[in-house]
């Protein structure tokens, strides 16, 4: 089976933790969902041992959303798990109503975890008369006044510096993929970790180092337009080595597939992938089945049951155990930094 959860490798290295009822704040810990990820949502429920506040969440016949909590919240530790995958607009406007509701409710906290973030690539001006939208929906979740936001992986770090009050906390995946590399059983004498721009250098280094690759091989690009690469070069060695190319998300495939092939073309000896966050829109899959990519990794941060059905490729690892991990921990005001330096 290609959906794989590796089930309790997360809260098995970690200090036991006490019940969520009884734990730290004296708040009582309480989870709601929206539509965007219920598997998720649902996965990190039970992980903690606690069951999804009941809700009804619809829309009117134009398409309004419409929101009601179904029990009392009033004085509970509220975590909201929604990604704002596709139907992004549609989830966004979910996220916000959900918090604006939550407030409504008094709620004594609430913290708003959002696997992927949607409008992150929209995270500075690249021409004249565009919006900074990575700005405008961090404002927009902001205003309606969560206290904290959890999210995986932002395509631009430094969008946690658009939401100017509110704390945000931006997990790894890398670590994931780590086990995924170590699984494996490569051989690490020539093993070469591969970040597919400039920018990414520093995450596929820090895998690197977890991995004792080889080394870190760059690939520089021109990019014509959002999906449209028009030039690859790669900067480094790869002769006869396995390249692992780690990559924040995979959209249309474009990049990453013609990414493989550069690195086959160069002298690799096989091309595997990861990234956080599968959109997989248009011909993605379809790209990654007639790719020379043996193998495609990505984690549940947005749905992929279906994706699996159509990629024989495709292997999904869960968030499941970081996430009930991360939201135990704040409920019980202790630190994060074990998440990021496991």
């Keep these: 089976e290609n959906f794989t959860h590796f089930p309790n490798r997360v809260m098995d290295r970690y200090t036991p933790s006490p019940p969520p009822e009884v734990a730290g704040t004296g708040y009582l810990l309480k989870l709601v969902s929206g539509t965007a990820n219920m598997e998720l949502s649902e996965g990190i429920a039970r992980q903690l041992g606690l069951s999804l506040e009941p809700t009804s969440i619809g829309q009117f016949a ?7 909590l179904l029990n009392n919240v009033r004085g509970s530790d509220i975590f909201i798990v929604q990604p704002t995958c596709p139907d992004v607009n549609k989830n966004l406007m979910e996220l916000l109503l959900l918090i604006h509701t939550l407030q409504l409710s008094s709620a004594k906290r609430i913290t708003a975890v959002i696997p992927y973030f949607g409008y992150a690539r929209q995270d ?4 004249p008369r565009v919006p900074i939208s990575a700005s405008a929906v961090a404002q927009l979740i902001e205003k309606m006044g969560p206290n904290r ?12 510096g658009f939401f100017h009050k509110t704390p945000v906390d931006n997990l790894f995946g890398e670590n994931e993929f780590v086990r995924y590399i170590e699984s494996k059983n490569f051989d690490k004498s020539n093993l070469v970790i591969v970040s597919p721009d400039a920018g990414g250098v520093a995450g596929a280094r820090r895998v690197a180092d977890k991995v004792h690759a080889k080394s870190v091989v760059t690939i520089l690009k021109r990019r014509i337009s959002a999906n449209v690469v028009d030039e690859m070069q790669v900067v480094g060695d790869i002769q006869d080595t396995i390249c692992v190319i780690v990559d924040d998300m995979i959209d249309t495939g474009g990049t990453l597939c013609k990414a493989a092939g550069l690195l086959k073309e160069k002298g690799a000896s096989q091309v595997f992938a990861c990234a956080t966050h599968g959109l997989f829109n248009g011909p993605a899959l379809d790209r990654i089945n007639q790719s020379v990519l043996e193998e495609v990794c990505v984690t549940d941060s947005i749905p992929q049951k279906d ?6 490729k ?13 939201i135990l921990r704040i409920h019980q005001e202790r630190s994060l930094s074990a998440l990021f330096q496991q």
């Design 62 to 68: 134009d398409g309004e959303i419409n929101i009601q």
């Design 124 to 127: 500075r001006k690249t021409k």
């Design 149 to 160: 936001v959890v999210t995986v992986d932002l395509h631009c770090g430094q969008i946690q």
């Design 307 to 312: 994706n699996i059905q159509k990629c024989d």
């Design 314 to 326: 495709l292997l999904v690892i869960s968030l499941v155990p970081m996430l009930a991990e991360a």
